[in-house]
């Protein structure tokens, strides 16, 4: 699975970003899928994950409320909605992916496959 995320950039605190992440090279609805991000100097945190069928999602707590994954299966794509943004939440987003069958928390790096190159999301105060 080639995974290419996009839709980054400089916003003001309290301002909105949609992230995508565009699939392509398997059944994408095979896959649950996570976003991820890390901040200069931080280690990789999860941020949401989103099961194959639709059927759940999993959000940190740091983003509850604010952010929202959803998926197209149709469109290989999975999005971040990420609304009522703070300077706190700067930092490069992935998404990545793993198979359906795949056990494991969802909420942690290794128990995901395959990797998308990252977008980079800054935020002004």
């Known amino acids: 699975v080639q995974l290419q995320a996009s839709g980054g950039g400089l916003v003001q605190a309290g301002d909105s970003l949609r992230l995508s992440c565009a699939a392509s090279g398997r059944t994408f609805s095979n896959y649950n899928m996570g976003w991820f991000r890390q901040a200069p100097g931080k280690e990789r945190e999860f941020v949401a994950a989103?099961?194959?069928?639709?059927?759940?999602?999993y959000y940190a707590d740091f983003v509850k409320g604010r952010f929202t994954i959803s998926r197209d299966n149709a469109k290989n794509t999975v999005y971040l909605q990420m609304n009522s943004l703070k300077p706190e939440d700067t930092a490069v987003y992935y998404c990545?992916?793993?198979?359906?069958?795949?056990?494991?928390?969802?909420?942690?790096?290794?128990?995901?496959?395959?990797w998308g190159q990252g977008t980079q999301v800054t935020v002004s105060s």
């Open positions: 989103i099961r194959g069928g639709l059927d759940s999602m």
């Open positions: 990545a992916a793993r198979p359906t069958w795949y056990t494991g928390n969802y909420d942690a790096s290794h128990n995901y496959v395959y």
